[in-house]
């Protein structure tokens, strides 16, 4: 797996809650590996797993673990935002 390094990030407007703490910390933290996800990619029942995944490569590449606090409120945020089942 390649080392994590840091993409382009689209303007934060594009995001949902665009400006909000939890939108910032999302987009700040995920952003230091690769460009942020779309909430909507995936259902709320993906996004704990993915969350945990996206850790273990942060471990894995020396960047500073996510606090329990700030994995907490990404995994809230991305859920909230989540697609919407059909």
């Not at 996206?54 to 859920?79: D, F, N, V």
Request: charged residues 30%.
């Amino acid at each position: 797996m390649a080392a994590c390094t840091a993409k382009p990030v689209p303007s934060a407007a594009v995001y949902p809650e665009a400006g909000t703490p939890d939108e910032i910390l999302f987009s700040s933290r995920c952003h230091e590996c690769h460009v942020p996800p779309f909430p909507k990619d995936r259902a709320a029942g993906a996004w704990p797993l993915i969350v945990e995944r996206m850790e273990k490569h942060r471990i894995e590449s020396g960047k500073t673990p996510l606090t329990g606090e700030e994995e907490r409120r990404i995994t809230a945020y991305l859920q909230r935002n989540a697609k919407r089942p059909s």
